[in-house]
């Protein structure tokens, strides 16, 4: 029954708006191997910063300033932008799934 349900919630993931936004977003993208790449960067850089954060280390300004600069470089194409804009939509639609399957597992 409970994976019945994992599974009717992953169709209803792939069917969402925000899910088809990103894969539409994604595809744009990679039309553009230069984009692809500072895509990648991005994240890349993007991911490093959070495992530190986890860690408990300290960004230091010189990787929030890169950070910042790679976005705003990034943000200037529109295709870009839209690929950042609906892969935010979409993690953030993850994390309330996750927040609200963490509530049962605290109680």
């Not at 230091?60 to 600069?69: L, N, R, T, V």
């Amino acid at each position: 029954m409970v994976h019945d349900k994992a599974h009717e919630l992953a169709a209803e993931i792939k069917q969402s708006e925000e899910y088809r936004a990103y894969l539409a977003a994604k595809a744009r993208a990679q039309e553009n191997p230069d984009l692809v790449e500072a895509l990648n960067d991005y994240q890349e850089k993007q991911f490093e910063m959070q495992k530190k954060q986890m860690l408990g280390e300290q960004i230091g300004p010189d990787m929030m300033g890169q950070m910042q600069s790679l976005y705003q470089i990034l943000a200037r194409d529109p295709v870009a932008a839209e690929y950042l804009g609906a892969q935010i939509r979409f993690a953030m639609m993850v994390n309330d799934v996750y927040s609200i399957l963490g509530e049962v597992v605290k109680a």
